[in-house]
């Protein structure tokens, strides 16, 4: 794994978390790019003649998003319409009839499961993209992702060194809303159910039920530790005079992916295409880890030398390589929150 691994699945609360964005400054200048190629030249071409993207789902405040989409409106002379920044991956789906929109930004089950509704496309570093976070076909591939990590507050308590930890006495934890709802709190709940890499869903239930009858489990702004993805308390602990900082245990590296696909029906069919090229180029992947976020790309581009590494270097080190869920296993564990957690 680079210092910035390849790594989202797992915004995907209903409305995704709204914070002041702080992505990372950039700190070194990235090698410059490869010339392009004419098939970029003309992609660019045909999408200026088209002149506008409609994007669904894309907080400015998330994983660097805003200036994502400035530095792309302004590289290439087009209207960036952005739709519903707080829609989850499901509403991206049951809204794109209506809305329209040219590309999406969706949790790994959720393409699978919609995959006949995307244009399949693959982008330039295709190549560099793991087989795993892809599908073969190009209708959807994996941009950028993370790890679940403990947020913890230095100043009141230790690092946890496990979700076991969380037990002891001191800590006081907050999952980031009902793990039945919202996509990152399940993940939470999944990061601490695994055993030697294996999810075992019972043993996180169990775990967060005994948080809760001892009194630890508390909303977020009573917490000293918040179970979260480590892009969002990277940011946190990043921010001026905080005592607050992260850490991914080692017994539980779960991770997730966040996927770019084209919509089959885009308005915008060669803007979706330039806009895929761009953030799966060096400066797109480099953008999305400003924002803390772990670019899909990052292992090849670390062996290229075009990863920001001084910038990668801010991110909690993770523990070794992620252990993503399964759809199958996503299914089940789903099936039992729902019936065993106690709200």
Not at 15 to 37: A, D, E, G, N, Q
Not at 164 to 179: N, R
């Amino acid at each position: 794994m680079p210092p910035s691994p390849p790594f989202s699945s797992a915004r995907d609360a209903p409305l995704r978390p709204r914070r002041k964005s702080r992505s990372l400054p950039s700190t070194r200048r990235p090698p410059p790019c490869k010339p392009v190629s004419r098939a970029w030249t003309g992609s660019r071409r045909a999408a200026k003649k088209e002149g506008e993207l409609n994007v669904i789902a894309l907080p400015r405040d998330w994983v660097n998003y805003g200036e994502i989409i400035d530095t792309f409106a302004d590289k290439y002379d087009i209207k960036v319409n952005q739709l519903e920044p707080g829609a989850s991956s499901r509403r991206q789906m049951e809204a794109a009839a209506q809305l329209k929109p040219d590309v999406f930004d969706l949790s790994l089950e959720v393409a699978v499961a919609n995959a006949p509704r995307f244009a399949p496309y693959k982008v330039q570093g295709w190549h560099d993209l793991p087989d795993h976070v892809k599908d073969r076909n190009g209708a959807w591939y994996a941009g950028y992702g993370g790890y679940m990590s403990l947020g913890y507050d230095s100043a009141k308590v230790k690092a946890p060194a496990s979700f076991a930890d969380l037990l002891k006495p001191g800590y006081t934890v907050a999952l980031p809303g009902d793990p039945r709802q919202t996509a990152a709190a399940f993940s939470g709940i999944m990061a601490a159910s695994l055993q030697n890499g294996v999810p075992q869903v019972q043993r996180g239930v169990e775990l967060f039920t005994k948080l809760k009858k001892e009194g630890k489990l508390a909303e977020p702004p009573a917490a000293n530790v918040v179970v979260d993805w480590d892009h969002l308390n990277a940011e946190r602990a990043a921010e001026p005079g905080t005592s607050w900082k992260v850490t991914i245990p080692k017994d539980s590296p779960l991770g997730a992916y966040y996927v770019q696909a084209i919509n089959k029906d885009a308005p915008h069919p060669a803007a979706a295409r330039l806009w895929q090229e761009f953030v799966f180029s060096d400066e797109g992947q480099n953008l999305y880890l400003k924002g803390y976020a772990r670019p899909a790309r990052g292992e090849a581009m670390l062996m290229k030398g075009t990863l920001d590494t001084e910038t990668a270097a801010r991110l909690p080190a993770p523990p070794g390589p992620p252990v993503l869920l399964t759809i199958p296993q996503t299914d089940t564990a789903k099936t039992y929150v729902n019936k065993h957690w106690a709200g």
